[in-house]
């Protein structure tokens, strides 16, 4: 049977940089919606562009569009023995659909590790965050800096700031973090599938919680 782990936890807690590893570590597929919609935006397509125009507010993009943005990522065969969803689900509804998608393929939500920080601590992680233009890869100016300014240590590419990383986008992308992605928290602890992780550790020892947690499951 599939493995389907879901990394919750808000903006900057280091969702992605964990799944990164975990993805390496276990050979899950890595599913990032927020990748997802910039690799449209980058390509121009349509449902990029529209995409975009929610992530520059930091507000959520429509359910509807990034519920069938998932199920097609699904369906690819890297992720026929499960995936690291990163960024997904966002909303109740959001969940409803993935645990019908998930017994389509004979899966279901294994395991829900909760990624905590204080809102301090998250708007400084945001703020000095550098990402690969080519793939993606995380770094940080003062807690994770690449070997050399600018330039990415695993694929030679360019770093750049994202657009929605600008001080009062983040502090919209929490606000509404609060109030459309906390609900999934008590949707997964009833469920029996939450594990709360301390975030504020470094990032050697929240991976070590995390496979933990992952092997114990
Ligand atoms: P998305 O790209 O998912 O952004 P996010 O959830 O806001 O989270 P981030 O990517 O900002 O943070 P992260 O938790 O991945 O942290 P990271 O590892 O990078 O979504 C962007 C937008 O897309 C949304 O606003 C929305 O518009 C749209 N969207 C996406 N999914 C959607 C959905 N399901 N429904 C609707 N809309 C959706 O780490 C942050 C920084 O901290 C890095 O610099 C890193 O190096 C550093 N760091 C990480 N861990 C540590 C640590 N332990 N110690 C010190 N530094 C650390
Ligand atoms: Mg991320």
Redesign the pocket.
Known sequence: MATFIV?L????????????ILAEKTKLAHV???????ENFKKQTELGRL?QS??????????DV?IKM?KDRLTQPDCQAGAIL??????PA?ADALEIMLADFNGQVDLVPY?T?SEE??V???G????CRAQGH???????PPKQAGVCDLDGSELYQ?E??KAE??RN??R??FEQ?MPLVEYYRKAGKLIEID????????TERLLDALNKK
Do not use: C
């Open positions: 990394l936890g808000p903006p900057g807690a280091g969702k992605g940089t964990q799944a990164k990032s919606s927020g990748d997802l919609f910039r995409a929610y992530m520059d507010k930091g507000e959520l993009v429509p359910d990034t998932i990163d960024g997904f689900p966002r909303t959001q990624i920080a601590t998250l400084e992680r945001i000095g965050r550098w990402t995380i770094y940080h100016q003062t807690f994770s994202r929605d990383d986008t983040v992308r929490i509404v973090y992605t975030g504020m550790q470094n990032v050697e020892k929240i």
